[in-house]
């Protein structure tokens, strides 16, 4: 999608999205719902520590973030870390598109330190100038973080950087400042530095030195004023309607950029550096509403300017007449998410047979090794959290440290009185079962 017309870019600004940076250990989630009018935020949320927790704990607070804002069945927009992500920018005047590919390839190697085979890259050009944006990770960094949230249970659609999204973000309702400018954002425990100007179409970089210092360092690449006063990130992007009060937007700048880019994701730089096979794409139907109501607005000011008001009307009711004829079409999207939300809770509800399954299998195996011959067994009744022994053996009493001391067994006692039976000694053992699936 060309983005040098910005009157056609803010009429076709309609859309949803969600965005997620990662930065160190926090997930900043937020969901806006995009109109050529301007954008509502539909909620937000943070969660703290989450290296530290499973994914599927995590996941199921960002699932249920989700569903209270109405966008679960969006695939969402994940900004990587910057320092796992290397930035450059080439500039290739007089070079067609079909030939950028094979020019970037040419000298890819050159642009980062990583071993051969280990770098993943994506470019895009920038607008119909000769710059050309180029963004570099491991491959690895790609397949850790791609289990991580698959694991947790959220769709991705796209692994991208902040430049990336605040390129896009602040040109899809209005123009960033004519004649250049500098934003910094938090990168870990040093500043990323974003800024654009004639000399260089995009600049990202960070830094791990003071804000003036890096200040100095970034007008300079930058061709700017030495004395440029830096602007916050959220200046940058359309005010969100709908925040709450304490809502830090400048905090959650990156977050929110990134859910207006997966919005209108035909309207943003088309840098993803999630591989094809893997990405998830939100269900077509859903924006036949969309395409409708857009395709109304523009045929309707052609109508007012070269039509009669006669013809105006009839033009109108047939589309009003095509609107609730594709209106089906929109109903079968979340028809869809549900069989696939179906799909999914019967395929975990598989997935807990089996470990339980293979749980009492080896509680009954360790049972058996804890018991040697003579001592034997009348009866035994598994709970999912215990187990219940009866039975006999010369010796009862070790019993209790013998099943404490195994690996899946703890807590271990007699629920009725040792009773003597011949050389043996009747017994009745209760043990809590450990690690046991829930």
Not at 391 to 396: D, I
Request: charged letters at 25%.
């Amino acid at each position: 999608m060309n983005l040098d017309f910005p009157e056609l870019r803010r009429l076709l600004a309609v859309g949803t999205g969600v965005g997620i940076e990662i930065e160190d250990d926090v997930l900043r989630v937020a969901a806006v719902r995009l109109r050529p009018t301007g954008a509502r935020l539909l909620g937000a949320a943070t969660i703290n520590g989450f290296r530290e927790r499973t994914a599927a704990g995590w996941g199921a607070v960002c699932a249920d973030f989700l569903k209270r804002t109405g966008a679960s069945h969006l695939a969402a927009t994940v900004l990587l870390p910057r320092r796992d992500v290397i930035v450059r920018l080439l500039m290739l005047p007089g070079v067609r598109d079909q030939d950028i590919a094979p020019a970037i390839e040419f000298q890819i190697d050159s642009m980062h330190p990583f071993a051969e085979e280990q770098a993943a890259y994506a470019w895009t050009r920038l607008g119909r100038s000769g710059a050309v944006l180029v963004a570099i990770t491991r491959k690895e960094t790609l397949e850790r973080y791609f289990g991580l949230f698959a694991e947790a249970g959220i769709k991705v659609a796209a692994f991208t950087f902040s430049a990336a999204v605040l390129y896009s973000a602040s040109r899809l309702l209005a123009r960033p400042p004519a004649g250049g400018f500098l934003t910094f954002l938090p990168a870990g425990d040093g500043l990323e530095a974003y800024g654009e100007s004639e000399a260089r179409p995009v600049f990202s970089a960070a830094f791990d030195l003071p804000r003036d210092r890096a200040a100095g360092l970034a007008t300079a690449e930058l061709r700017l004023d030495s004395g440029l006063e830096p602007v916050d990130a959220a200046a940058l992007l359309p005010s969100p309607a709908g925040a709450p009060p304490d809502y830090d937007f400048s905090r959650n700048a990156l977050a929110y950029a990134a859910a207006l880019a997966g919005a209108c994701p035909r309207l943003a730089l088309p840098i993803n550096l999630l591989p094809p096979e893997n990405r998830s794409s939100n269900a077509r139907a859903m924006y036949v509403p969309t395409v409708v109501l857009a395709a109304a607005a523009l045929l309707s000011v052609g109508a007012l300017a070269s039509i009669s008001p006669v013809k105006d009307r009839e033009y109108l009711r047939a589309l009003e007449k095509e609107t609730v004829r594709l209106q089906p079409l929109a109903g079968k999207a979340g028809q869809i998410d549900h069989a696939i939300d179906a799909t999914r809770a019967r395929a975990r509800q598989l997935d807990d047979f089996r470990r339980r399954s293979k749980s009492a299998l080896d509680a009954l195996a360790e049972v058996n090794k804890l018991l040697e011959p003579p001592a034997y067994l009348s009866s035994l009744e598994m709970a999912q959290d215990s187990i219940t022994l009866t039975g006999s053996a010369e010796r009862a009493e070790p019993l209790l440290k013998m099943f404490d001391n195994s690996p899946l067994f703890q807590g271990s006692e007699f629920t009725i009185p040792l009773t003597p039976s011949g050389k043996m000694e009747m017994f009745r053992i209760r043990a809590a079962r450990k690690g046991v699936p829930q």
